[in-house]
């Protein structure tokens, strides 16, 4: 009864705190348990946070309070808990992510190695189910590719019609397993 004398920050501060521990799974599910849970962070459900913590580890992830705040949920997580803004977007982006239908090299290379592998840790994780064994490989090599056109290459094309076409380039370029190099995709 005592937390919603507490500010947000200060919860969000001890949730942060607590979900950087190598294992916090046993004391969430005890805090859902006394209704610790749905005070701090009300819609959270837990039980995908286990599963998560152990893919992370297999998949060589150093804990990450904000990947785990993904897997937990809620109605507003950055809200409740009073996220910075670069830790709501973290949050969102890694959300979006897990919830598209990307592959494991294209959520490397929009989300960044660390960020990419979470956001296919976290459906994993839900489903109870194994990262494919090059998932992480597949990761790195979307991270560490870097699209082969530029906006100077598409003059003189300018605003929203630039932006399209290079939207559509890049996609090709993504499909292609960025195989595609610059000649080809200009071509």
């Known amino acids: 009864g005592g937390i919603s004398a507490l500010s947000k920050e200060r919860i969000g501060a001890e949730m942060k705190k607590l979900l950087a521990a190598p294992d916090p799974a046993p004391a969430v599910a005890a805090m859902a348990h006394a209704g610790a849970l749905a005070a701090a962070l009300p819609g959270a459900d837990h039980r ?112 929203p019609a630039l932006g399209a076409r290079l939207k559509e380039l890049e996609s090709r370029w993504i499909a292609s397993g960025f195989t595609l190099d610059r000649a080809q995709l200009l071509a």
Do not use: C, N, Q
């Not at 286990?50 to 990947?67: C, K």
């Not at 979006?96 to 929009?110: F, H, M, T, V």
């Not at 064994?133 to 991270?143: W, Y």
């Open 48 to 159: 995908s946070l286990a599963p998560l913590v152990h893919l992370g580890h297999a998949a060589g992830l150093d804990p990450d309070p904000i990947l785990r705040l993904a897997a937990l949920g809620g109605d507003d997580p950055a809200g409740a808990l009073k996220l910075s803004r670069a830790e709501a977007r973290r949050l969102a982006d890694l959300r979006a992510g897990a919830s598209s239908d990307a592959g494991a090299a294209e959520l490397g290379y929009r989300l960044g190695a660390g960020a990419g592998l979470g956001a296919l840790v976290l459906p994993t994780a839900s489903m109870g189910a194994s990262l494919p064994p090059d998932a992480a490989d597949e990761v790195r090599r979307g991270a560490s590719a870097v699209f082969p056109v530029r906006a100077t290459d598409l003059a003189p094309l300018e605003g």
